[in-house]
């Protein structure tokens, strides 16, 4: 049976900061920038903020019926965040955030294509993972971009992701090592 995916809305909010706090609980560049303490919690929360704050507002975001993946882009022309989402980040991210700065510092030089949306997140709960359901958030999310004529970008760190993105025509773009501890993958997807 297929998966009903369809437009999240701010109702979803909560049940998707959930999914992306479990699926990104283990992720390697949550452990390199978001604090140990209370790990889930504030890796949630960041999640809830960017969704109700940037993609919700201003992008694309999709969630299944069950609830169990979330997918979500942002547009190029993404207007600066207020000081005071910008502070709430800041706190979530606890002492690792200087990590978080630096990725940022490194991360900002490498391309992205002109006027790319930004694949900002996708995520599946650990429960419902291998079932294909992140393909299929990813290709109702993608068509969307296709219709716009739209090219992508993503950052992903862990190397399993790669074969996931490339089946939906993303390619490796660049590649880098931060702090001797965490890769990072960039990968381009042109408009179609």
């Known amino acids: 049976m297929p ?13 998707a900061a959930t999914v992306l706090g479990d699926a990104f609980a283990d992720y390697p560049w949550t452990n390199w920038c978001v604090a140990a303490d209370s790990h889930q919690q504030r890796v949630t929360e960041l999640q809830r903020l960017y969704l109700e704050h940037l993609a919700l507002p201003h992008g694309l975001a999709y969630i299944d019926e069950e609830h169990n993946g979330v997918v979500a882009f942002i547009p190029p022309d993404l207007p600066e965040p207020e000081e ?11 002492d690792r955030f200087e990590h978080a700065a630096e990725a940022e510092q490194r991360l900002s030089a490498m391309d992205v294509p002109d006027d790319a949306w930004c694949l900002a997140t996708a995520g599946v709960s650990r429960a419902a993972r291998g079932r294909g359901l992140g393909g299929d958030l990813l290709k109702v999310g993608l068509a969307e971009l296709d219709r716009r004529n739209a090219a992508c970008w993503l950052d992903t760190s862990t190397h399993r992701n790669l074969p996931l993105y490339e089946r939906h025509n993303f390619a490796v773009a660049d590649h880098v090592v931060l702090d001797d501890a965490l890769e990072v993958w960039r990968m381009h997807r042109p408009a179609i």
């Open 3 to 15: 998966t009903s995916i369809r437009r999240m809305t701010t109702t979803d909010l909560d049940r």
């Open 84 to 94: 005071s989402l910008v502070a709430k980040i800041v706190e979530l991210h606890g």
